[in-house]
């Protein structure tokens, strides 16, 4: 059975917190995701002083500053938190994962040995982070928001120029909006990345609810990525778009179930409906009562449930045959 791998995106959405990290932690293992996702990265690295918001941070957050870097320096996380959260990962049973944003993150991940790598949408142009990932030589889960085919294609070629195996490479279908409006999907385009790329993909969603995951996997999603938070009305910049607890169980549940339900393709009857076959087909029976050596018509047959004589399928084969006893109104025709 498909295993569709679920990324739980805890991002930023700890605030700067290590107690609210290890709670979020808490959620993703109880929700039974394969990994709770951070974030790695030095503000002073990721941009510059003058960069400002973005309109769905400026719109999440109230503080009336709109410099980006304060926001960010807020909610780094130190080499110790992160060792913690390893650490408290695997005491919950669920994998650490967490993306770096800056060549010098990419360094302190690597001794991590997380064995996979995340590039956000963001990183796909950025050609240096993209190289330096690459050449570790672990497989990359790719974000493609804000990108069309040809930054996809020149992202995937520095990949595997660099060392990444193609096959170990897979591509997120993803729209960079928080949240992202239903139109904006466009999550048939996953399939059209798998078909133009050859690659493995997934879907990276900033949708409300747990719809749009949940189809992604039915149209063969390999990596579902979703944010999620301890509370939607917390003030942070990604909580608004993030699910809440129960709500992140429940996707991972229909998930699981989507997972079952696709099969392997082949049509049989099943187990569970083979019991059903007697009781909802028919077969041929006498439509009125049919004297013995009287000739079997279209006037004195029928078809009626249940489906445990000739099948109505060989009606063409019955008509014309002499009855060889009387029939009763309802009674099974033998041959």
């Excluded at 290890?22 to 959620?27: A, S």
């Excluded at 050859?198 to 992604?216: N, Q």
């Excluded at 029976?285 to 000739?295: D, F, H, L, R, Y």
């Amino acid at each position: 059975m498909k295993h569709t791998l679920v990324i739980a995106e805890a991002g930023v959405n700890h605030n700067g917190s290590l107690e609210m990290a290890k709670q979020l932690i808490d959620v993703a293992a109880e929700a039974g995701v394969d990994y709770v996702k951070f974030q790695t990265f030095k503000a002073e690295s990721l941009v510059s002083k003058s960069a400002v918001k973005a309109e769905y941070q400026q719109r999440n957050l109230h503080d009336g500053n709109n410099s980006q870097y304060q926001m960010l320096k807020q909610l780094e996380l130190t080499r110790e938190q992160h060792l913690i959260l390893t650490d408290y990962c695997t005491k919950k049973g669920v994998k650490f994962f967490s993306t770096a944003f800056d060549l010098e993150s990419i360094d302190f991940l690597a001794e991590l040995h997380l064995g996979l790598w995340k590039i956000p949408s963001g990183e796909i142009t950025n050609y240096p982070y993209l190289r330096k990932i690459a050449r570790i030589g672990e497989p990359v889960i790719l974000s493609s928001g804000m990108s069309g085919y040809r930054e996809i294609e020149e992202a995937l070629a520095v990949l595997v120029e660099n060392g990444v195996r193609h096959d170990d490479i897979i591509v997120l279908h993803c729209n960079t909006e928080y949240p992202t409006p239903m139109e904006d999907v466009n999550l048939r385009a996953m399939q059209s990345i798998a078909a133009r790329f050859h690659v493995k993909v997934g879907y990276s969603d900033h949708t409300r609810g747990i719809e749009v995951p949940v189809a992604a996997v039915a149209l063969g999603a390999s990596v579902i990525e979703k944010h999620f938070t301890l509370d939607r009305n917390l003030e942070g910049p990604d909580h608004k778009a993030s699910l809440e607890p129960d709500e992140l169980k429940r996707m991972v549940s229909s998930i699981r179930n989507i997972e079952k339900a696709l099969g392997d393709a082949e049509k049989r009857v099943s187990p569970s409906e083979a019991k059903n076959i007697e009781v909802a087909r028919k077969s041929i029976v006498a439509a009125s009562k049919i004297e013995k050596g009287e000739i079997f018509t279209e006037q004195n047959l029928t078809v009626k449930r249940p489906g445990n004589g000739i099948s109505p399928m060989k009606w063409l084969d019955v008509l014309g045959k002499a009855a060889t006893r009387i029939y009763e109104p309802d009674d099974l025709i033998e041959l």
